[in-house]
């Protein structure tokens, strides 16, 4: 059975803040297990077992039932095509990395909510007030400004990191179609099977042995992936994808926040300023949702 569209009421949405704001938060832990991970694991190894982890976790939860809903989905096909974006994603920012520095990949990347945003519009059709805009705007102001990327150039590297952005972007805007047409549950059955195939092919060749304090990362990141993912897919069900695009900008915050816990990282002035603008762009998001005029469902 297909899960019920939430109606969209002030209460929901709000709801939807919260949980894709929490969702983020959960994914700002996760790349920082991640990025322990990657320096002696291969990312596809990280990719299977993060799978994997969430897989049990669902069959726990659902059990063979879950397994025949899944098999049977309408949106098994979308949701193969949102998993095939997010990997074409990873494997261009991954490979950016390799030639960048983190405040320019997060910069670069962080064009993605005004990406979502204007395909809010042409793809879902959504009516997107001023209000929306200039948060978005006001979000990605503040990221430029805590990363000061004025030097780049149009690279490779960024071009890469340009297309993982606009990957990621319209792997949101078919999330918002397909969170309105199956249970979330299910979602994450189907997201994380293709997942588990397509790392597992390389994996054959690349295999590394973990140690102790590595099978418990690879758990760590696959219990946080799972609840992330719970949540963004919760989240989209109950708020439009113009809506909850500017609080993945929080995610700055928090990176550079867990940068300084476990790298000892000091964050300059800069990102202190551009933290504030978006922690503004966020309550400015929130106030324009709390204020603004509904219709009144029917009875």
Excluded at 92 to 109: D, F, G, M, S, V
Excluded at 161 to 180: D, Q
Aim: hydrophobic share 55%; with cysteine.
């Amino acid at each position: 059975m297909s899960a019920v569209p939430i109606p969209e009421t002030r209460d929901h949405v709000l709801a939807g803040i919260m949980l894709t704001s929490v969702a983020y938060f959960v994914f700002t832990l996760h790349d920082a297990v991640v990025k322990l991970l990657v320096a002696s694991t291969p990312v596809w190894q990280v990719l299977f077992f993060r799978s994997v982890t969430i897989l049990i976790g669902c069959l726990i939860l659902g059990g063979r039932p879950l397994c025949v809903e899944a098999a049977r989905s309408p949106v098994m096909k979308p949701m193969f095509l949102r998993s095939f974006l997010i990997l074409v994603a990873w494997l261009c920012y991954y490979t950016a990395a390799r030639y960048l520095q983190l405040a320019e990949l997060t910069t670069i990347y962080y064009a993605a909510p005004v990406m979502v945003t204007a395909m809010s519009v042409f793809v879902l059709k959504e009516q997107v007030p001023p209000v929306r805009w200039a948060a978005v705007f006001i979000g990605f102001a503040g990221v430029y400004l805590a990363c000061d990327p004025a030097t780049l150039g149009l690279s490779i590297p960024v071009l890469l990191v340009l297309a993982a952005a606009f990957m990621w972007g319209l792997s949101i805007v078919l999330l918002r179609k397909i969170a309105l047409q199956e249970k979330t549950i299910v979602q994450m059955v189907l997201n994380n099977s293709f997942f588990l195939v397509t790392a597992g092919v390389p994996l054959v060749y690349l295999w590394h042995t973990p140690d102790l304090l590595e099978i418990l990362l690879l758990l760590g990141a696959g219990t946080l992936a799972g609840i992330a993912q719970f949540t963004l897919f919760q989240g989209m069900k109950r708020a439009e994808a113009s809506i909850v695009a500017t609080f993945e900008y929080t995610g700055l915050v928090w990176a550079f926040l867990l940068g300084y816990l476990i790298w000892a990282d000091i964050p300059r002035h800069e990102v202190f300023l551009g933290a504030s603008l978006i922690i503004g762009a966020g309550l400015l998001m929130i106030a324009g949702e709390h204020f603004r005029k509904r219709p009144t469902p029917e009875k």
